[in-house]
């Protein structure tokens, strides 16, 4: 339907543009020279009908033909009709109120619905809008009353609610609506920190049980379409994760670090000792996060993984009393599967999603996330939560405080500009979390009264107004600095000064500053999610590390890289003195060498179900030396290996004195060339084919 003036009627006087009206043949007649550019004024309106080149078509046009009052009128133009969209034309003199559009009564209109009607004031120039959603019918006629399409179940709009809002007089803050708080410490639930691993802890912000039980069981079943699949545990998960972050740790491609040639300048360590490549790419290929997947909904295996992300994370972490609520981003590093608007010349990265996260302002550890999908977000998936009652600022402040069991504790919420409503302040205080945001975010006349205010007093005066919102007290206050005018609106503290005590120098004399507690604490925890997303995009994200050719798999990686992150920060604030500090790449290399001799590893071969990848510690990671030992104890004498290069067999082990470089023998039972041999009988070779055959023979 066509947006129409509420005054359009007939005998209404509109302007429009003359490359808009038919005929063209016309008016470019009447127009030689200006028809591009010409605007046409005081055209008279005379109906609302079809083009009279198709009287079946059901776009109405309006029907208007010149006035006494037409200032481009050609010199004697006849009285000749012309046609325009009613989206084209600028309404300055409404005609009788009887003989408009919207008040006129058809018999039969089979309209379906009606569009919001736009401003009918006169504007400065012309308001172009497409017209896509063109009237139904013939009828020349509007009605007052018109059904509406039944809206989709799940996506009903909110109901509007008229909300009250009223300022007092300039004064000041007293009362606390807190009453008695006491400052509540970011903590851990990692038993005794001081005796915590780098393992334990990132073991504690990753969603462990959700890992063992459903992506374990996920990649098995899909690996089983694999003839050389054998089971993956929760050992050898780690060490996969863990060959990711040692890749991290050196700007070199994967398959450098299973290449016998080393760099003399940096040298890394060659990780056959603990996964072969080939393993390493079946675990790649069938990786699964969860077996339900949707073809249409491409988050469809990350949505439950997220829930258990941020579930665990609520259940080990516990906040301070100040959190911030931002974004970060998720690097994409597949452009080809990025689903989102994407301009490749251009753009510095191949593709970005962003992620609506919660940050703790004293460690600035993110403990809750959300991808934030938009109009991208499939009609199938039932909507988020809150999403149908509130407006969408106020609906993810619910969602996030609720998630992340903030609901009654009083703790203390720092909103940006970016997700800050005066609504969203009263449902967050109505569920027991107090908070704060920018003044300009939703009130653009009290901001200007501050500032007017505060012109005229010196350095570290402080303007406050009480006032109430839907019954609820809340606050505006600001402070005067020398380079800016920081402003909040609150639902505690008061106006008084708190926090640290700044100096400021003026032209005059030196003064003393100190802000009031609603801005020290937005000052103080709105940049707790930018420290953290630039901390883990410093060196090499995981993400970048992966590359993965799935779209899903990198908001998998950017999940990792946010628990990698935070147990970072969590291991130098809990468990390291200050003085005793790791850096980021020193907690890299210590992550990943921990998780390569992950202590599931020697469970998993207890019950003879993990076999080891090899036998030989490698040169810059300190692998364990009691799995050879173990492996021979138990039994696990049986192992296809490749034989190592530019090396052979002298009867105790491997050396490297030959010039060839992949090494191939003939089988000892079909006597086609191979690489492979047993562990048991390295000086004979066996290829897989014949492997079977073997451990066959052997156990006969």
Not at 285 to 313: G, H, I
Not at 396 to 404: F, G, I, K
Request: glycine share 4%; hydrophobic share 35%; proline share 8%.
């Amino acid at each position: 339907m066509p947006r129409v003036s509420k005054r359009m009627g007939v005998g209404a006087h509109v302007n429009a543009p003359a490359k808009a009206l038919a005929p063209q043949e016309r008016i470019r007649e009447l127009f030689p020279e200006s028809f591009a550019d010409s605007v046409i004024e005081d055209l008279l309106v005379v109906g609302l009908e079809p083009p009279p080149d198709n009287p079946a078509s059901q776009d109405l046009l309006l029907k208007v033909q010149w006035s006494q009052q037409t200032q481009i009128q050609p010199h004697n133009a006849p009285q000749e009709f012309f046609w325009v969209k009613p989206t084209l034309v600028k309404l300055t003199e409404a005609g009788p109120p009887e003989k408009y559009f919207v008040h006129t009564h058809p018999p039969v209109l089979p309209i379906i619905q009606l569009e919001p009607i736009i401003d009918d004031e006169p504007e400065e120039g012309f308001d172009f809008v497409d017209d896509d959603d063109n009237t139904l019918g013939t009828s020349i006629h509007l009605s007052d009353e018109l059904p509406k399409q039944p809206t989709p179940i799940g996506h009903e709009q909110p109901p509007p609610k008229e909300d009250k809002m009223a300022w007092a007089e300039w004064g000041h803050q007293d009362v606390d609506y807190r009453g008695t708080q006491a400052p509540k410490p970011a903590t851990i639930n990692t038993g005794n920190p001081e005796f915590c691993s780098v393992l334990s802890m990132f073991e504690s912000l990753i969603p462990k049980e959700y890992i063992m039980s459903q992506v374990l069981y996920a990649t098995n079943e899909a690996g089983k379409t694999c003839p050389t699949w054998r089971e993956m545990h929760y050992g050898e998960f780690l060490r996969w994760l863990g060959l990711y972050f040692y890749f991290g740790c050196f700007h070199k491609s994967r398959s450098f670090f299973w290449s016998p040639n080393q760099d003399a300048l940096f040298p890394s360590a060659n990780v056959s000792a603990f996964m072969s490549r080939k393993r390493f790419l079946e675990i790649n290929k069938y990786f699964c996060v969860s077996r339900l997947a949707s073809p249409t909904d491409r988050y469809s295996q990350m949505r439950p993984f997220l829930a258990a992300w941020n579930e665990n994370m609520s259940k080990n972490f516990s906040p301070s009393m100040l959190s911030s609520l931002g974004k970060t981003r998720c690097h994409i590093t597949d452009r080809y599967e990025f689903h989102g608007p994407l301009t490749i010349p251009r753009s510095p990265r191949p593709g970005q999603e962003d992620y609506f996260v919660l940050a703790d302002a004293d460690t600035n550890m993110v403990y809750w996330a959300e991808l934030n999908e938009g109009q991208l977000r499939p009609p199938e998936v039932p909507p988020l939560k809150y999403t149908t009652t509130l407006d969408a600022r106020t609906a993810l402040c619910l969602r996030a405080t609720e998630e992340a069991d903030l609901w009654g504790t009083g703790r203390i919420l720092v909103l940006n500009h970016e997700f800050a409503s005066l609504r969203a302040l009263y449902h967050l205080k109505k569920h027991g979390v107090f908070a704060s945001s920018e003044m300009t975010s939703f009130n653009s006349n009290l901001y200007p009264e501050l500032a007017q205010r505060l012109v005229s007093q010196p350095v570290g005066s402080i303007a406050c107004r009480p006032g109430t919102f839907n019954d609820e007290p809340l606050y505006a206050i600001s402070v005067k600095d020398t380079a800016n005018l920081p402003a909040q609106v609150a639902t505690y503290g008061t106006s008084s000064g708190l926090g640290e005590v700044k100096d400021r120098s003026t032209a005059e004399q030196r003064l003393v500053v100190q802000y009031p507690e609603a801005i020290y604490n937005f000052l103080a925890a709105r940049r707790a999610p930018a420290v953290h997303t630039k901390l883990r995009t410093q060196y090499r994200p995981l993400e970048e590390v992966m590359a993965p050719k799935k779209w899903w798999k990198c908001h998998f990686a950017f999940l990792m890289g946010v628990a990698e992150t935070n147990a970072f920060l969590a291991y130098n604030r809990f468990v390291k003195k200050p003085d005793e500090h790791l850096s980021w790449c020193q907690f890299r290399q210590l992550l990943a060498r921990e998780l390569l001799n992950n202590h599931y590893l020697l469970e998993e071969l207890t019950v003879g179900v993990y076999p080891r990848d090899a036998e030989v510690p490698p040169m810059a990671i300190d692998a364990s030396e009691t799995f050879p030992k173990r492996a021979r104890s138990m039994g696990l004498s049986h192992r296809l290996e490749s034989i190592p290069c530019y090396s052979t067999w002298d009867g105790s082990a491997w050396r490297p004195t030959l010039k060839v470089q992949q090494v191939q023998r003939r089988c000892r039972f079909c006597k086609k060339k191979t690489r492979h041999y047993c562990i048991c009988t390295p000086a004979k070779s066996v290829c897989s084919t014949c492997f079977a055959e073997h451990m066959v023979q052997e156990l006969s």
